[in-house]
């Protein structure tokens, strides 16, 4: 009893010289240090990387012990961080802060005096499969920082009339749901879980879309909840990138163009319905007109305007136009029904107004001229 007691004095007593580093110093430098993850939250498991930190000063106790003022360990298969000079505990499914606490209960059984600090050095890799509605499904290997957002993005994100909603089946055969739409009033997700080692995660397909086509003219869909509107939608989108001009953005419905913003009250309460299509206009998107007009160049989007509005704009056609108008989209020349002058076009379009017959084979009439010219010549020489 006696020896013991001396034990728990000498303990907590600093024998060593001032100059020796102490654990002190070792928190000094771990404090500097960002976590790498979120204390509360994070779960631990086998192959972590930790550090402990031991604090109440380097004595001979301790260190005959074994107990060493920073360590570095790893959590082994059996989910047991063993450490020196303490013992090991048993940190498999439970978060970094309730690790702390029980491998402090267990040290203090030995040492009342000392504090002990643990921490993530390195999270543990995971290999997780991914299928579903997503670009490239297939097996990706990330760490147990990472949650379902990072693995489907690594997939190549959802494709076209992929959810945002799916499920994550664990190994052990637990489900977690997904749901990668923005929480309304905040910029997180509604449900996006951390990975778990050899986790399925299948995205669900689109039920009940709604069509979105940006400046880019690239499309997505977007799953409607019931009394969704274009602002609810939005929220649920956390926004749209680009400079987005609401006053020229529409919903397309049975080739009717609805208009989503009020001058005077801001977004328009209207029902969105499955099959609309939206056209999300940025300041920035643009009309190229050229050909036989006279101010060829960038002309403002506008959605309620025609190719012949968007040529006036340009200013007009030029004597030597002919009648022939083309428009390209994405590389391709598109196509109307009825008359290409009436038609409504997508930002980004390429309007061609054609020179006449004569404006088109300029050269080749000159060239034909000059021979004739030429030969004319050489006939007069010689006779």
């Known amino acids: 009893m006696l020896i013991t007691v001396l034990m728990i004095i000498l303990g907590s007593v600093p024998l060593l010289p001032a100059s020796q580093l102490t654990s002190q110093d070792y928190l000094n430098t771990e404090s500097t240090v ?13 192959g972590d990387i930790v550090s402990v930190v031991v604090e109440g000063g380097s004595s001979q106790i301790l260190i005959s012990a074994g107990v060493s003022p920073w360590t570095q360990c790893t959590v082994g298969g059996d989910g047991y961080l063993s450490v020196s000079g303490i013992g090991a505990v048993s940190v498999n499914g439970i978060t970094i802060d309730e690790a702390q606490h029980s491998l402090q209960r267990k040290a203090t059984g030995y040492y009342p005096s000392v504090r002990v600090t643990l921490s993530l050095i390195e999270p543990r890799m995971l290999r997780v499969n991914v299928g579903g509605m997503v670009d490239q499904p297939g097996t990706y290997q990330l760490t147990a920082l990472n949650r379902v957002s990072d693995v489907v993005l690594m997939a190549g994100g959802i494709s076209t009339f992929g959810s945002r909603r799916g499920t994550m089946y664990s190994e052990s055969g637990d489900t977690l749901n ?87 009250e801001g977004f ?23 050909g036989a007009v006279a101010v060829p160049g960038s002309v403002p989007y506008n959605p309620e305007s025609t190719v012949r509005e968007y040529i006036v704009t340009a200013g007009g056609t030029e004597s030597m136009a002919g009648s022939g108008i083309t428009v390209q989209r994405n590389g391709r020349e598109a196509v ?46 010689s006779n």
């Open 34 to 46: 960002l976590e790498l993850a979120d204390r509360s939250t994070y779960v631990l498991g086998p």
């Open 178 to 264: 997904i749901d990668l739409n923005i929480h309304p009033g905040s910029v997180s997700y509604v449900s996006n879980p951390f990975l778990t080692n050899n986790a399925g995660i299948i995205i669900d397909v689109c039920e009940n879309p709604v069509y979105l086509l940006s400046s880019a003219n690239a499309m997505e869909t977007r799953e409607l909840q019931r009394f969704d509107d274009f602002e609810s939608l939005l929220a649920r989108m956390g926004g749209v990138a680009g400079n987005i001009s609401l006053l020229d953005c529409r919903i397309i419905r049975d080739e009717t163009r609805i208009p989503v913003w009020d001058h005077e």
């Open 268 to 290: 328009i309460s209207i029902e969105l319905l499955p099959g609309d299509t939206i056209f999300f206009v940025s300041l920035r998107d643009s009309i190229t007109v050229g």
């Open 336 to 381: 109307f029904d009825g008359n290409v002058e009436d038609a409504h076009l997508l930002p980004g379009d390429v309007v061609n107004v054609n020179y006449n017959w004569f404006n088109r084979n300029a050269v080749l009439i000159s060239l034909v001229t000059s021979v004739v010219s030429i030969g004319i010549t050489i006939y007069a020489i």
